[in-house]
């Protein structure tokens, strides 16, 4: 499910996930995600993904409002051509999952798509839009086989990003660390041209 934290005081707050009992050498693996302020109309995912038995994505998405959302997810692949669109709604204040390696009537179906089919493997963004008008908000968690990693999605964007943490450090021929920095242009109509420092 989700949660509505409400205080005479103004609150931040931050949402830690851990799993146990999977295949990470120690069993257990986490992520941290930030609570919102308030929702929005459109939420951006820049990192979705689907590799059999390597990778997947789980997304979910909460009606901020009280009443039911109807929503749309565009999900457009790293070659910018939006592969799948799938509707749903969301009951008021509700909340639901949607698990890119489980098939069902509202996952897309991967081999449908030509890029799926030329690579074995599917990568991109996904655009969720309410269409009527009600306020969503989202996170995604990302699962490999000995990690997982959880992000907040996006209510805009900006010709400016900074990214605080970037790194890769390898001891011999194990990475001890390393960033992976995804960047999803919002521009419908255009190429984004995108310089990193």
């Known amino acids: 499910g989700s949660m509505i934290l409400q205080s005479d005081y103004e609150l931040a707050a931050v949402a830690e996930i851990t799993w146990s009992n999977g295949s990470a050498s120690d069993g257990v693996t986490s992520g941290t995600y930030t609570g919102y302020a308030n929702g929005s109309t459109v939420m951006y995912m820049p990192f979705v993904v689907y590799a059999p038995n390597a990778q997947f994505t789980r997304v979910s998405v909460q009606n901020t409002e009280d009443s039911v959302a109807n929503i749309q997810m565009q999900y457009i692949n790293r070659d910018g051509q939006t592969d799948f669109t799938i509707t749903d709604s969301i009951d008021g204040l509700g909340s639901k999952t949607y698990d890119m390696h489980v098939p069902g009537p509202k996952i897309p179906v991967w081999a449908n798509s030509p890029y799926y089919q030329s690579r074995g493997n599917w990568g991109g963004a996904l655009k969720i839009t309410s ?11 990302n699962h490999w086989q000995q990690w997982a990693v959880a992000y907040n999605g996006a209510s805009s964007g900006a010709e400016t990003n900074y990214v605080p943490s970037a790194e890769r450090r390898i001891d011999g021929n194990l990475a001890r660390g390393f960033s992976v920095i ?7 109509s255009g190429t984004c041209a995108v310089q990193l420092q």
Do not use: G, Y
């Open 131 to 141: 269409l009527n008008n009600k306020e969503i908000v989202a996170v995604a968690t």
């Open 182 to 188: 995804i960047a999803q242009c919002l521009e419908s």
